[in-house]
């Protein structure tokens, strides 16, 4: 019986939200920027399942503000992030995200 209290003490439950870290996100620039200004709110999932051009991005930064209240990005660090996204989750880097598959 003690064996098996312990056991159940040790397992992680499986209802638990998983901690992200960076390395959910593809590598390479912005890579951290991107998920430290962006997880402040949510996962990444939305993220990873968006699929939107460079233009979309940055205007979708401006909303994220205007809003959701995210603290404005702008210089530099809106740049890497915008072309981190566009990047990495532009409509060319997987068709098929993004897409509706209820409509043709
Ligand atoms: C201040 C909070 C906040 C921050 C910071 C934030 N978001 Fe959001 N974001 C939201 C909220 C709230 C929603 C709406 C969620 C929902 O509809 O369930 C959202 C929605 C989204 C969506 C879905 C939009 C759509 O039309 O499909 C994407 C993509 C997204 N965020 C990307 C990002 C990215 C990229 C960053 C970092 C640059 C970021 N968010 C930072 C609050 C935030």
């Not at 312990?6 to 890579?31: D, R, Y």
């Not at 998920?35 to 994220?64: E, K, P, V």
Request: charged share 25%; net charge negative.
């Amino acid at each position: 019986m003690r064996a098996l209290l312990l056991a159940l003490a040790l397992a992680a439950p499986a209802w638990a939200a998983e901690p992200e870290e960076p390395s959910v996100l593809p590598a390479g620039p912005g890579q951290e920027e991107t998920f430290y200004a962006c997880t402040a709110c949510h996962s990444t999932a939305i993220i990873r399942r968006s699929a939107f051009d460079r233009a979309r991005w940055d205007g979708l930064m401006d909303w994220m503000t205007e809003v959701q209240g995210m603290p404005k990005l702008e210089g530099e660090e809106r740049r890497v992030i915008v072309d981190y996204l566009a990047q990495h989750f532009g409509p060319r880097a997987n068709p098929a995200r993004g897409r509706n598959p209820f409509l043709p």
